[in-house]
């Protein structure tokens, strides 16, 4: 996969990938891209529970996930990111463990503990 940044004006930096657009901004017109990347984590693990519910014909009303971080006061980091699968007083409870799991499976957290490496140059290209 191929994503391309360009710079349309202002604060905003968007990405292109395919038919889709993502648009970001560091001002408040659109998320900043850290905001998108946090995002991308627990729309991920979403991804994963939809369909474990789907799967199991299970109701996905009042089912969401909350998440949270909490940042290293030292290094102003994210530290530590919890994740509540929150689901309505009549969800069976011995399907917990298994959302849980399910939503461990996102690929985006596996990244993000087994971090690729980056390769980060500039060169020199025509004009389209």
């Known amino acids: 996969m191929e994503i391309m940044v360009d710079f349309p004006g202002g604060a905003r930096v968007d990405a292109h990938f395919g038919p889709f657009t993502i648009h970001t901004d560091q001002d408040g017109s659109a998320p900043s891209p850290f905001a998108t990347f946090l995002a991308s984590i627990g729309t991920c693990a979403g991804i994963y529970v939809l369909g474990f519910l789907k799967q199991r014909n299970l109701p996905t009303d009042g089912v969401r996930i909350v998440q949270k971080h909490y940042?290293?006061?030292?290094?102003?980091?994210?530290?530590?990111?919890?994740?509540?699968?929150?689901?309505?007083?009549?969800?069976?409870?011995?399907?917990?463990?298994?959302?849980?799991?399910?939503?461990?499976l996102c690929a985006v957290k596996k990244h993000l503990a087994n971090p690729p490496q980056f390769d980060v140059y500039a060169k020199a290209v025509e004009a389209a």
């Not at 990111?81 to 011995?94: A, H, K, L, N, T």
């Open 71 to 104: 940042s290293n006061p030292m290094t102003g980091m994210i530290d530590k990111i919890d994740m509540e699968i929150q689901v309505p007083p009549s969800f069976p409870e011995r399907y917990y463990p298994a959302l849980v799991r399910t939503a461990e």
